[in-house]
């Protein structure tokens, strides 16, 4: 069965449920160290909600993927396909990590 999602405007409560997007798409990229620990990720993601228009798509009411965009520029792009349980980073979970510029 296809998961549902509905799209929203982030605000500022949703910071921890971002970051949590956020911190666990990273954790799977093992080829690079762990740069920022996850309060570090929270805050850089309260500036982003401050900074850039911040969309989010939910689905079985957890924050599945998140947005970031300046205008016409995404500055960040994450998600988590396991949104319907929680996804903590294990290996083969299939979250993911954009950054994308378009000229």
């Not at 690079?32 to 996850?38: C, E, F, R, V, Y």
């Not at 990720?41 to 947005?67: G, W």
């Amino acid at each position: 069965m296809a998961q549902r999602f509905s799209c929203r405007r982030a605000t500022a409560a949703d910071a921890d449920a971002i970051a949590a997007v956020f911190s666990s798409s990273f954790r799977l990229l093992t080829l690079l160290p762990m740069l920022h620990t996850a309060e570090e990720n929270r805050q850089f993601i309260e500036t982003v909600l401050k900074r850039d228009e911040v969309s989010v798509a939910e689905s079985a009411d957890r924050i599945a993927s998140f947005l970031g965009r300046d205008g016409e520029e995404i500055g960040l792009l994450c998600w988590s396909c396991g949104a319907s349980r929680p996804t903590r980073g294990r290996a083969g979970s299939t979250n993911g990590t954009a950054s994308v510029r378009y000229a």
